[in-house]
């Protein structure tokens, strides 16, 4: 499977949007530093994910999510962010 996901830093109040093939490894790998972008948020939580069948289409919702503000909005509120 393939997965959009959401994290959340627990010490500073930062949520990163991506997506992956492997959701457990990345998760590790984001709480271990080893995600340039993120080493100095950590450490994470798992917001919430959604699964797909193709990468294409997990990446195209993570894109989707970080370019339309309203599609993000509108998660979010869904979260209770």
Known sequence: MNYLYLIKGL?????????TRNL??????HNSGKIRSTKFYKPFEL?????????????????????NGQQKEILFKRLGI
């Open 11 to 19: 010490g500073k109040k930062w949520i990163y949007i991506g997506s």
């Open 24 to 29: 457990k490894l990345k998760l590790k790998e």
């Open 47 to 67: 917001l919430y994910y959604e699964a797909y069948n193709t990468y294409a289409l997990a990446r195209k919702r993570e894109l989707e999510l970080k370019k």
